[in-house]
Structure formats: structure tokens, C-alpha cells
């Protein structure tokens, strides 16, 4: 569900030839000649009705989709992920939490402000920590497992294989807000060369406070 640019579903069919795999998405990407045959993406928004009949999917697995689910659309989402899977299917949701952990004085100041624009947006900033309840109150799963990964933001762990994962996050999170500085400086009304400045500090603060990003993974079969 909200496959992008369906590199998940085209790894999923390609590593299982035998399963039948569908990525859906509003802006699904074009089938490529020569990938695999048990692979086809459909173009639907999963904030409305599922193409799909009663009881026909075996798994359902999504990511990252927080900040296109709105507050009151999540009820339906679940309730259609129920309705397309057959008994004993399961979903696998993927979701990092909208804020930072650990975050310094700067970094808590582009949190504060992103939670307001999730406001505005009818988006929920902490769905992370009410989304096994929801899949709860939906009904016809069995118990949630819920997973949580911890991945520094930074080059400050000790070890070298977290060290690598910290390098690559903090570049991921400097790439994110270079790419959102044209908004930025607009809304808060601060010079270009500010708002480098302001990264720059984010950047530091990582390695001062040991700041990670939390990614969360919840698993329910369906009774």
C-alpha cells in the first residue's frame, strides 16, 4: 500500500516467483518490460475504497504513510486492510515516529513547528503511539505485535556498524531539510544564510544530545 516508486513490491516478486504481487498507489510507477510477471501495480487512492474483493490478499505491508493518512482516515484504512485479507492474512506496518528523540534546542524548534503544520493538515503527530490501539478497536485481528528500531542520528555511537547506520540517517535528515528550505524560510521569515546556519546546528546537536530516529513495525494476523 502506497507502493512509491515500488521498489518494495518489485523486490518482494522478484525474491517470490510463486506469489502474485500488487502495488497500489495514487501515482503507481509504469510496469517496466522485461520485470517480473507476477508483478502489477494498480493506480487507487487507499484512503478510499480498495479495488480488491472480500477475503482475497494474504499480505498487506506498508511504510511510511504518516504523513499522507490523515487524524480520522486511519479507521478506514485499518477496516479495509481487514476486509481484503483472507483469515489468518497478515499487515505489516512500517512507520518512524514524526518527531526526534533526543533533539537539541534547534531540532526541538523544527519539531515544534512541524507539529503545527500537522495540525493544519488534519495529520496526527503522534499516531506512532496510538496506532496498535486503532488496529485493536477495528477489530478481527488477533494481538498486535508492536517493534521498535532505534537508529542514531549522527557519527556519536560506539560501534562501527551503528556509527554507519548514524552517518547515513544524518545525511538523510540534512538531505530532508536542504530540500525544505524554500518552506521554511518563507513561514519563518528568516535569510537563506539563517537557515543554513540552523541546519548546521541540527547537525551538531545529533552528536551533542545523541539524537536517533525510532522506527516502529506493528504485525497483526487477521482471525
Known amino acids: ?6 521498489i518494495w513490491a518489485l523486490e518482494m516478486a522478484s525474491q517470490f516467483p510463486q506469489a502474485q504481487v500488487l502495488g497500489m498507489d495514487l501515482r503507481p510507477p509504469h510496469e517496466q518490460q522485461g520485470g517480473p510477471k507476477n508483478l502489477r501495480y494498480v493506480e487507487a487512492d487507499i ?3 480498495w479495488p480488491m474483493g ?3 490478499i494474504d499480505f498487506i505491508f506498508q511504510r511510511n504513510m504518516g504523513q499522507v493518512i490523515q487524524k480520522d482516515q486511519w479507521s478506514h ?3 479495509e486492510m481487514r476486509r481484503v485479507l483472507k483469515p489468518g492474512g497478515y499487515i ?3 512507520e518512524s515516529d514524526l518527531w526526534h528523540h533526543n533533539p537539541g534546542p534547534v531540532q526541538q524548534a523544527f519539531d515544534e513547528f512541524f507539529e503545527g503544520q500537522c495540525a493544519d493538515l488534519g495529520l496526527d503527530f503522534m499516531f506512532t503511539d496510538r496506532l496498535k490501539d486503532q488496529i485493536e478497536q477495528v477489530g478481527g485481528f488477533g494481538s498486535v505485535d508492536m517493534r521498535a528500531l532505534d537508529i542514531p542520528a549522527g557519527e556519536w555511537p560506539a560501534e562501527a556498524e ?3 547506520f548514524g552517518f ?4 538523510t535528515q540534512k538531505a530532508f531539510l536542504r530540500n525544505c528550505k524554500t518552506f521554511y524560510v518563507s513561514k519563518w521569515g528568516i535569510t537563506s544564510d539563517d537557515y543554513d546556519l540552523a541546519v548546521g546546528e541540527v547537525m551538531e546537536e545529533f552528536e551533542e544530545y545523541h539524537g536517533f530516529t525510532r522506527f516502529n513495525c506493528w504485525i497483526a494476523q487477521k482471525s
Not at 1 to 6: A, D, E, I, L, R
Not at 168 to 171: D, G, S
Open 54 to 56: 472480500d477475503n482475497s
Open 47 to 49: 484512503r478510499q475504497s
Open 77 to 79: 484504512v485499518l477496516s
Open 162 to 164: 551503528l556509527k554507519q
Open 168 to 171: 547515513i540517517n544524518k545525511e
Open 1 to 6: 500500500m502506497g507502493t512509491g516508486n515500488g
Open 92 to 94: 505489516e506496518l512500517v
